[in-house]
């Protein structure tokens, strides 16, 4: 070992979750065999973590991202691999998601450096040395207000700079609650963002509320009239249900009139001119095609299937005159996105604005679409809003595919909207 010991360097320290990360460890023997750990305590008060074992060159040195891992979560040279291959740790309690609730303070991933090729029992043995890296989903001096306009529900994001900005209004799924952290991160990228609450709605007396599509028009309109908003540079950006909503509102209403619209993990069935409501509503004539899997866990992609022939059940996607951009897990087991996908494609041909239809297609990719290097989860608990219980629901996916997509998805995404949201010039925002 050298006289001082090894020195781990984490660069950017400080960065936004999208972000790549360096991580390299200096000043060890040469040839010598090390194990580099990260951990990170979820808000939940879950430890989450991840390991690849190396071995030094020929000056004492690991380099993540053109050294090979020879074995742990993640294998081979992976420059990310260790925030992406993270999972809970072996004695967590089984369904937990990793999920950013408060996004004013960073995910902060410790690194440590153990000697030898180690596979377990991390909390048990003495690191070389470690260093701490913050992740942010908010960049410095965006500013997030809270919205209640009216009867609308959610939080506002604003980037830095005098504007007016592009702005998305962000649909998240049917988990419900108000979800910030995409949005947070949207508006970190240059786009008024807002992220609204729409599933668990309550009423004064308490029970459960269905909103109609008088909600996301009046939320449409908030975002247009906003004095640092672009009124003709508005898209929807929707995931799960929120894709129904995303279409449906895209298609028939003479009050959302998108740019453009991002549609995530969902799909197109839904009575001609439905609601939210109408969905749930379809959902529920089917129970009976659920399944299970060899560990109970839910499987409720085919809820929706087969796709109708009947045009009164789906969004009429001819009607769509603004561009779509699809992203699609093929291995989604909570939605039909891949027959969806398929039937709105040859729709929008037959309607002859299939120009308009981009399409990602991800083998081995499940429901859960994440920013980039999110954690991979597989299956996770999930709340029942009408019954209010919880269930072990499988969403799908295998690790090292979907973290692809999730990486690559991202990327196009903010390419799509700064192609139809954007022109040539436009105030860059301040990051980490």
Known sequence: ????????????????????????????????????????????????????RYTSDSSGTVKVSRDKSLGGTCEGVEGMGLLWSMRPVPESKPGRRFRKNNVHTPVKVTFSVYEGHLARGFKHHIPLTSATAERWYLAPEVQSVEVTEGEIKGTLFIPPGSGPFPAVLDLWGGQGGRVEYRSALLASHGYVSLALEYIGMLTAEGNLHHVDNTYFETAFTFLQQHPKVRPDRVAVMGMAFGVSVTLGLTAYSEIVEPRCVVCASGCHIMPLKGSLADVYAALQQNVDKIRYDEKMRIIWRDLLLPVPDDPSKKVKMGEIKCPVLLIVGEDDQNWPASESAADMKKMMEKAGNSHLLTVLLYPGTGHLIEPPYSPHVRFSDFKLLEAKTKVVVLWGGETVPHSRAQEESWQKTLAFLEEHLYDNSREVTHRC
């Open 1 to 52: 070992m050298a006289e001082h010991g090894p020195v781990l360097y984490v660069h950017p320290s400080s960065c936004l979750v999208d972000e790549k990360t360096e991580v390299e460890v200096k000043h060890l023997p040469a040839d010598y065999k090390i194990t580099l750990h990260a951990l990170i305590r979820s808000e939940d008060g879950d430890d989450w973590e991840s390991f690849g």
